[in-house]
């Protein structure tokens, strides 16, 4: 009894990787979202050919105020859509940098799935917050639809929630 | 589609998704900002949108509906120049001049939002502008003698 009991609850818990991080953090660490999610230098990400990161072009400095403000807007270049040429600047509503706390990249998903979880470090969100943010945020959908030359985020914005929400349900371990 | 030009409104029958850039050489034939790479790596078609700098290659007309856009022709006049414009003068920037346009129209975008940048704030916000006579270092002075000029 307790067997099945067990199995069944295996069964009811699949699938099983949907609700670790690991899904999710595929996503937070794919450049199109990681490369925006810097430290406080303030230096945007470029992907490489290589498939490494450079720090973006032109001395782009986001600044405390996140969005260049202290030397070149972001606006200066990205307006709220895509470029359409090969190498042209991308674009969507309110492109800038995230708030400093809520770095990624040079992270581990260890350290990026206990920031996601804390209100002080995710833009006060609960993780249900968190995961609306995924599926309205224009910035946040750009990772899927980024223009031309680029790869998008893995999966779509909807398989994210879903996977956020999984996670959460399952008491959103971290690895 | 109505947009104000250098305090001139305009209005203007284009294709929504014509660049600004084109919109102001080809429709309006307002030759200062330059063509260098369409794709916001130069900085030769810097203008002002409302104010700011912005790559004129890089917006749609559709996205300027409505707004004021400056070129270098109105930021000042011969008889009362911007103080950037001023600066230029008096540092003697230009060389072959293609790029100058852009430079004036960034820096003058950066003093307007940060009146007493440090030296490298001027040299990250000038960086996006190329040059290839390589003026960067009259470039970096004049913009030293306009925010001197303008007291800060
Ligand atoms: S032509 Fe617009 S930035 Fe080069
Ligand atoms: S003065 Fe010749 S490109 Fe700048």
Redesign the interface.
């Known amino acids: 009894m307790r067997s099945t009991l067990a199995l069944l609850a295996l069964t009811f818990a699949l699938p099983a990787a949907a609700q670790g991080f690991d899904p999710i953090a595929e996503v937070l660490l794919h450049p199109r979202c990681a490369n925006c999610h810097v430290g406080d230098d303030g230096i945007p990400l470029w992907s490489t050919d290589a498939g490494g990161t450079r720090p973006h072009g032109f001395h782009v400095q986001g600044g405390e105020s996140r969005m260049g403000i202290e030397t070149v807007p972001c606006s200066a270049c990205h307006t709220e859509r895509n470029g359409t040429l090969p190498g042209s600047a991308p674009g969507a509503e309110g492109w800038a940098l995230p708030p400093v706390e809520m770095q990624w990249a040079a992270r581990t998903p260890a350290q990026i799935c206990e920031q996601l979880k804390d209100p002080e470090r995710n833009g006060g969100r609960t993780i249900a917050e968190v995961a609306d943010h995924v599926s309205h945020d224009p910035l946040v959908l750009w990772g899927w639809d980024p223009g031309p030359g680029r790869e998008p985020a893995p999966g779509t914005p909807e398989e994210t929630v879903a996977a956020i929400l999984a996670w959460a349900d399952a008491g959103a371990p971290c690895p | 589609m109505r947009l104000t030009v250098d305090g001139t409104e305009h209005e203007l029958d284009v294709e929504p ?1 014509m660049p600004l850039l084109w919109l102001l050489r080809d429709e309006l034939g307002l030759h200062g900002p330059k063509y260098g790479c ?4 130069c900085g030769a078609c ?1 203008v002002h949108l409302d104010g ?4 004129a290659c ?3 007309a559709e ?1 300027v509906e409505g707004a004021e856009v400056t070129t270098i022709e109105g930021l000042g006049t011969p008889d009362a120049p911007h103080p950037v414009q001023q600066a230029w003068i008096e540092e003697q920037v230009a060389q072959c001049g293609y790029c100058q346009s852009g430079q004036i129209m ?1 820096a003058a ?2 003093l307007a ?2 009146p007493a ?1 440090t030296d490298a ?1 001027i ?3 000038m ?2 502008n190329l040059c290839r006579c390589a003026s960067y270092p009259r470039i970096r002075a004049a913009i030293r003698r306009a925010i001197q000029s303008e007291g800060a």
Do not use: K, M
Request: proline share 4%; glycine share 8%.
């Open positions: 998704d369409g794709i916001a790596a810097t700011l700098a912005v790559r890089q917006i749609t996205e960034q975008s950066l939002l940060n940048p704030e040299d990250a916000a960086s996006g």
